[in-house]
C-alpha cells in the first residue's frame, strides 16, 4: 500500500511513487521517440515480450536540471503489464 511522504525527502532516499495519467482521448505510447528519434517504447515493448525483461537507454527531458541528457531504465514483464525504473546518467 502507498502512503504518502512524511516530512522532507532527501538526497539517496528511495521512494515508491505511482503515477496515474488520464487524458480525454487515446493515447499510442509506443510511437514515442526520444530526442534522437529512437522508438524506445517499442523496443521496450518488443524485448520484454520476448525476454521477459532487460534494460534500454535513450535520451530524455530531465525535469530539474532541463537538459535533455541520457537515462537507463530496468524492465520487466509481469503477467499483462510491464514495470520500469530508471535514472538519469547524469545531471
Do not use: Q
Not at 525483461?53 to 537515462?71: A, D, L, Q, R
Amino acid at each position: 500500500m502507498l502512503e504518502p511522504v512524511a516530512g522532507p525527502v532527501k538526497v539517496g532516499d528511495e521512494l515508491v511513487v505511482r503515477i496515474v495519467l488520464r487524458t480525454d482521448r487515446d493515447m499510442e505510447f509506443i510511437h514515442l521517440k526520444d530526442a534522437d528519434g529512437k522508438h524506445f517504447i517499442k523496443e521496450m515493448v518488443s524485448t520484454a515480450n520476448s525476454k521477459g525483461s532487460g534494460w534500454i537507454e535513450y535520451k530524455w527531458f530531465h525535469p530539474v536540471t532541463k537538459e535533455t541528457i541520457p537515462k537507463t531504465v530496468y524492465f520487466e514483464k509481469v503477467d499483462d503489464l510491464i514495470i520500469c525504473s530508471g535514472v538519469y546518467l547524469k545531471g
